[in-house]
C-alpha cells in the first residue's frame, strides 16, 4: 500500500532541496500564447497539441452519468469511479480504479502519461495519479501528481517511490533505512492564485524513456503555458523497465483522522481525460537518447514537453 500521511520533515526538506536544483517554474504571464491550437479545437476539452507522440490509451470520460469507465477496474475494497455525464470521470471519496490495460515497451521507448485533473479543496482527502510498475519487489511507481488540497501544507506534489514502508506508525522509515526513499518534489509554488489545481485543470505529464533513468514531469494549461517542469534525479531504478507492463492508478484517500482538516466543498477529484503516448525507438538508431542528458541543466523552455 502507498503512504497515506504526510511525509516526515526531512524527506520534504530533501525533496525540496532537490526541488531548488531542477525545478524551473514559468511565469504565467510571460509565457507564449497558445496559438498551436488547430481550428476548431478548444483548449478546454482537448489534449495538448503534439507531433511524433502516438497514441496508446486514451479515455476522455465521456460516457453517461453514473456509469463507470470500460477502460478500466475497480480495486478490491475500493470504491469505484463513475461518469458525470459531462464528459469528466468524478473519483470520489475512497474511491480508487486501475487501467485495464498495461503496457510492457520495449527499451527505448519514450512514454508521456498525462491527465487533465481538477483537485479536491478539502482538508480530508488525498488524491493521485500515478503509474504503477506492479512488482512489490521493485514498484518503481511514478507519482504524476498526487494531492493533498489547500489546507494541508503539502499542497500538490510528484514523485517517485522505489519501496513501500507497510509499518508507518513505528516511527522508522525502512525505506529511507534501505537506501530507497521517496523523491519527492512539492510545486504547489508554482502555481498562481486563482488558478491553483483546486481551483482549475492542468494537464499533469510524466514522460520517461523504458529503461531510461529520468523522469521529467510539468504540468500545463490547455494553451501549453507551464506551471513547472522538474526534471528527476537521474536513478534508473525510478524509470519502468521493459520486463513488467506499468499501468495507471486514479484515487482518492481520506488522510488519517489525525491529520484531517475540516473544510472546503468538493471532495472528488474530476478527471477530463487520461492518456499516454508513445514514441517507439527507431530500429535503424537503436541508441535512443534519454529524455534529457542528466549532465546539462536544461532551461525549461528547451525540456522536450512535446
Ligand atoms: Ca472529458
Redesign the pocket.
Known amino acids: 500500500m502507498r503512504p497515506v500521511v504526510v511525509r516526515g520533515r526531512r524527506t520534504r526538506v530533501l525533496a525540496g532541496l532537490a526541488l531548488l536544483a531542477v525545478l524551473l517554474p514559468v511565469p504565467l504571464a510571460s509565457a507564449p500564447a497558445g496559438a498551436t491550437l488547430p481550428a476548431g479545437d478548444t483548449s478546454e476539452?482537448d489534449p495538448a497539441p503534439t507531433w511524433g507522440w502516438e497514441p496508446l490509451f486514451f479515455d476522455?470520460?465521456?460516457g453517461p452519468a453514473g456509469e463507470a469507465p470500460a477502460q478500466w477496474h475497480q480495486m478490491p475494497g475500493w470504491d469505484l469511479a463513475v461518469q458525470n455525464g459531462q464528459?469528466?470521470l468524478d473519483v470520489g471519496h475512497l474511491a480508487q480504479i486501475r487501467s485495464t490495460s498495461g503496457w510492457a515497451l520495449p527499451a527505448g521507448t519514450q512514454v508521456r502519461v498525462t491527465a487533465s485533473l481538477l483537485m479536491p479543496d478539502t482538508g480530508t482527502n488525498y488524491t493521485a495519479l500515478w503509474v504503477q510498475h506492479p512488482d512489490p519487489a521493485d514498484p518503481r511507481e511514478i507519482d504524476v501528481v498526487e494531492s493533498y488540497g489547500p489546507l494541508k501544507p503539502t499542497g500538490v506534489q510528484l514523485g517517485s517511490h522505489l519501496c513501500y514502508d507497510e509499518t508507518l506508525d513505528d516511527g522508522v522509515d525502512e525505506c529511507a533505512a534501505a537506501g530507497r526513499a521517496p523523491e519527492l518534489f512539492p510545486v504547489t509554488q508554482s502555481f498562481v492564485p486563482g488558478a491553483l489545481p483546486w481551483e482549475a485543470f492542468w494537464q499533469y505529464s510524466a514522460a520517461f524513456t523504458v529503461g531510461g533513468e529520468q523522469v521529467v514531469y510539468d504540468a500545463q494549461d490547455g494553451s501549453g503555458n507551464a506551471a513547472y517542469t522538474v526534471a528527476s534525479t537521474p536513478d534508473a531504478r525510478r524509470v519502468p523497465g521493459n520486463a513488467l507492463p506499468f499501468h495507471l492508478r486514479l484515487s482518492n484517500k481520506d488522510v488519517d483522522p489525525e491529520y484531517a482538516v475540516p473544510g472546503g466543498v468538493r471532495s472528488s477529484m474530476l478527471v477530463?481525460?487520461v492518456s499516454v503516448e508513445v514514441k517507439y525507438p527507431d530500429p535503424a538508431d537503436p541508441e535512443v537518447p534519454p529524455i534529457l542528458d542528466p549532465a546539462t541543466p536544461v532551461p525549461p523552455s528547451e525540456v522536450p514537453v512535446s
Open positions: 476539452s476522455g470520460f465521456d464528459g469528466q477530463d481525460w
